[in-house]
Every structure is written in C-alpha cells, then in structure tokens.
C-alpha cells in the first residue's frame, strides 16, 4: 500500500464519517490527507477536494 492510497483510504472514510454525522470536521483530519495528497496525484487532489467541499456544505446545511 502506497502514501497515496493511505491518503485516498483516509480522505474516504472521513468523507463517510461527514455524511454520516458521526465526526466533525476538524476530527476527520480531511484537510490534512488532502494536503499530502496534493504533493502525491494533483489530479486526485482536485477531485477529493470537489467531494470535500459537497460534503462539507451538507454537513453545514444539516446543522443548521
């Protein structure tokens, strides 16, 4: 298993962890995996933060 596929797996299951309200945020660690895989595969970089931002909005919005 690869540093990517360790950051793709993380970044997964926290996007998981948003839609389900289980976690918040902060405790996810979204932004972190996502930094590091922006050094690894910009292109997935781009794409997980897309699935990110959407995530995020919905979790906001259900909060509210």
Same mark, same amino acid.
């Given at each position: 298993?690869?540093?990517?596929? !360790?950051? !793709?797996?993380? $970044?997964?299951?926290?996007?998981?962890?948003?839609?389900?309200?289980?976690?918040?945020?902060?405790?996810?660690? $979204?932004? !972190?995996?996502?930094?590091?895989?922006?050094?690894?595969?910009?292109?997935?970089?781009?794409?997980?933060?897309?699935?990110?931002?959407?995530?995020?909005?919905?979790?906001?919005?259900?909060?509210?």
């Amino acid at each position: 298993m690869t540093g990517e596929d !360790v950051y !793709v797996n993380n $970044i997964e299951n926290g996007l998981r962890a948003l839609r389900l309200k289980s976690k918040t945020p902060k405790d996810t660690n $979204i932004a !972190v995996n996502l930094n590091k895989l922006k050094t690894v595969n910009e292109g997935l970089y781009q794409d997980y933060l897309t699935k990110y931002k959407k995530a995020l909005e919905a979790y906001n919005e259900a909060k509210q």
